[in-house]
């Protein structure tokens, strides 16, 4: 709700152009954090490995902030234990291998 709100106010300018997005984020290390924290519930809820989740057609991520704010929602909601850091390198890491949201 409040990232389709956020996405209306700041228009199509701010779905481009987010370099900044993940200043801390390091994908090799997201991939691991991912692996070891995140991954089994999706798949045991989505099938497979779990990846479909991010490239569901209904899928609710659309930009680089909305998925940075999903990453620390299910943090915080699965008490996986992440660090700001760390939240980081997920949303870069989730975003390199399926959003692809930063150009
Ligand atoms: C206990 C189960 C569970 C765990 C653990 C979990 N998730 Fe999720 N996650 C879900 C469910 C269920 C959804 C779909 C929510 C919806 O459709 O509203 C979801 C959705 C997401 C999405 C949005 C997918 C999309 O584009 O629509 C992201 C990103 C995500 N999770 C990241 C994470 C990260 C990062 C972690 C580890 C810190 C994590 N999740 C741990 C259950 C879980």
Known sequence: MLAALAAGVLGPAAAHAQP?????GKPAIGKKLYAEKCAACH???YGGD???V??????????AAALLAQVQFCNQRTRAGL???DEQSVAAWLDQAYYKLKK
């Open 43 to 45: 798949a045991s809820m």
């Open 83 to 85: 660090s700001a850091e």
């Open 54 to 63: 991010f490239t569901r057609a209904d899928r609710k991520i659309h930009t």
């Open 20 to 24: 900044d997005a993940f200043p801390f």
């Open 50 to 52: 779990g990846s479909s």
